[in-house]
């Protein structure tokens, strides 16, 4: 096949941009040719995705729909694989071309017009569709601008609005969770276009295991911005009753308050603030950890840092916040504590460092789990089949 990714941007840059590469370069090993329509470079790791990508159509090069068409012309995929592309210019060229159309689902932003489904001020997660509350009383059509010179953005209501109609009409939806699958079935999309292919993390060395030692390791990483959660994991730290050690790993907007926080509470002695480390030294982190603690509250797609440390054996706790329950069963490969249960997420921490063996049984349980339903070569085949299944249904229509 000829598949035509779409994305807003080229080059390495989080985990949209990991998934993109990753899955191109294996359907590429399995003879597929591949082509990418993209946005504006974000300076890292572009000859790698130079290599993967041997097609090459960027938008910068005319007004978007003209380059669009240029690349369903030259190219002639069979398929496209939006990514993440805001631009409905964009989008609204590749609906109207009738080629094969595919889009996976990252995050909120089709859906969402703050992007994060959950209040800023109350936390409080967002379980409506789109709709005229976004403009009041949740004021979504003025949100934070990260990349221009105002603090300030403008959203088009309109826009979200004809931006939803028009992924209605792709051909599959890929969500990597039942929360995000039903996310779009609230907002009217067809369930038979639904497909859930929870993005899967390559295997890491199957021999590292926690020693689960009486340092009482506890780990974070990830951002810390306030959906994280960062504030409330050291509330719920200053409330266990077992002797600990806090590593918390990860930069953001958020860091400084939480620092002062951790002083606040008299945390500082247990509690260290590392910024972002290389993958090598967070497995030494990996050895010494008796548990990871997942404090998110705003409504994560999946939380893919689980997935992550369960291979390695270690077990989770974390609020029941989006898609986080996909792979969290509480009591069998972590704990699952009720959203913003402080008293319970402190208790549940205590539980596995007074019993290691409780601990260890977690973290098994958890790499058997993903090792079984995060399997990273059945996670292309499924991608390859499904692709194979669209263009074969839009042929069939065409007879």
């Excluded at 993967?52 to 030259?74: C, I, M, N, Q, W």
């Excluded at 964009?90 to 990252?106: A, C, F, K």
């Excluded at 390695?312 to 996909?326: C, E, S, T």
Aim: aromatic fraction near 10%; charged fraction near 25%; glycine fraction near 10%.
């Amino acid at each position: 096949m000829r598949i035509l990714y779409v994305h807003e941007r080229f080059g390495a840059l989080a985990g949209a941009e990991a998934n993109a590469q990753i899955t191109a370069s294996e359907l590429g090993k399995l003879g597929h040719s591949i082509g990418i329509l993209h946005g504006p470079s974000t300076g890292r790791n572009e000859s790698g995705w130079q290599t993967t990508f041997p097609h090459r159509f960027a938008l910068a090069e005319g007004v978007p729909e003209g380059v669009t068409s240029r690349a369903l012309v030259d190219f002639r995929p069979d398929v496209v694989y939006v990514h993440k592309m805001a631009d409905l210019r964009v989008i609204g060229t590749l609906v109207e071309s009738g080629v094969p159309l595919v889009r996976m689902v990252h995050d909120h932003d089709i859906y969402c017009m703050r992007s994060y489904k959950y209040d800023y001020f109350t936390r409080k997660i967002c379980t409506r569709p789109v709709g005229l509350h976004c403009i009041f009383p949740c004021l979504a059509s003025v949100v934070r601008n990260h990349e221009g010179p105002l603090p300030v953005k403008w959203v088009s209501y309109s826009d979200k609005k004809r931006e939803v109609a028009l992924n209605r009409r792709f051909d599959r939806m890929v969500v990597v969770t039942t929360y995000m699958r039903d996310e779009l079935l609230g907002n009217g999309f067809d369930p038979s276009r639904i497909e859930i292919h929870g993005p899967v993390p390559r295997m890491g060395d199957p021999s590292l295991r926690s020693n689960f030692g009486d340092r009482n390791l506890i780990l974070y990483a990830g951002q810390i911005i306030r959906g994280k959660g960062v504030d409330l994991l050291l509330r719920a730290l200053a409330r266990l009753k077992s002797k600990f050690e806090c590593v918390i790993l990860g930069d953001g907007n958020h860091k400084a308050a939480c620092e002062a926080l951790s002083k606040e509470l008299g945390l500082t002695d247990r509690v260290s603030f590392k910024g972002f480390i290389p993958q090598e030294e967070l497995k030494a982190y990996y050895r010494e950890c008796s548990v990871v603690a997942i404090s998110s509250v705003w409504p994560e797609p999946i939380a893919t840092i689980g997935l992550e440390v369960m291979r390695y054996a270690l077990p989770v706790v974390a609020f029941d916040a989006g898609g986080i329950r996909d792979w969290l069963i509480d009591g069998k490969t972590g704990f699952l504590v009720p959203w913003m249960d402080l008293d319970q997420y402190a208790a549940r921490i205590d539980q596995m460092l007074g019993n290691k063996a409780l601990a260890k049984e977690l973290g098994e349980n958890g790499l058997q789990f993903v090792s079984q339903h995060y399997d990273f070569d059945g996670y292309i085949r499924d991608l390859e089949a499904m692709f194979g299944r669209v263009v074969q249904e839009t042929s069939n229509r065409r007879a």
